[in-house]
């Protein structure tokens, strides 16, 4: 037998694990019972809490996947030096910020500003909407790595590529001289 509503009219609040849910409160209960639509931004398992006048429940738990692919995340950049190799980490997000786990495509990478001494121009594949990969700065200065793809794009943190050490002298071809010639 099911239980009987009892004749609440209040309102009461809402919650999820995540305190993402919206609204945060119902409209009043006629008949003692509210059915509404809520919004809950971040991806995950969580419950629906309901709390008025000193009484709780809870729904059961379930899963909320990522919404799709709206934009990429790159990870923070130190300072770097010119032709070195360094690791990046660019991530698939939704307009929620929650990592797009099937994102499996690729991505073209560019400077900004525009410049050709960026390597690789594009990434490989995906994991469960990551991509970490080496690149490499062949010019120094301040800059930003970009990631695109046709649904979406991010932009690095910008960061200092400075010039790399000395390594060795280059003398060019001398041609024929007259002694003592300035």
């Known amino acids: 037998a099911r239980e009987q509503p009892f004749e609440y009219s209040g309102t009461a609040s809402l919650s999820d694990d995540s305190l993402s849910i919206f609204p945060g409160q119902t409209l ?24 008025s006048e000193g009484k709780t429940g809870t729904s059961n738990f379930f899963v909320l996947t990522p919404n799709s692919f709206d934009h990429f995340i790159i990870g923070s950049i130190t300072e770097q030096t010119v032709g070195a190799v360094f690791t990046i980490t660019v991530t698939a997000k939704d307009q929620w910020e929650n990592t797009v786990t099937g994102f499996a495509g690729t991505a073209a990478l560019t400077l900004s500003p525009q410049s050709t001494a960026l390597n690789p121009t594009t990434t490989t594949n995906f994991t469960a909407g990551i991509w970490q990969g080496t690149v490499t700065i062949t010019e120094a200065g301040t800059t930003a790595i970009a990631a695109s793809c046709q649904d979406g794009a991010g932009t690095s943190n910008p960061f200092s590529v400075t010039p790399a050490s000395l390594n060795h002298f280059v003398i060019g071809t001398i041609t024929e001289q007259i002694a003592g010639a300035v």
């Open 28 to 51: 009043p209960f006629p008949c003692g019972i509210w059915t509404g639509t809520v919004t809950i931004t971040k991806a995950g398992l969580t419950t629906i809490k309901v709390a």
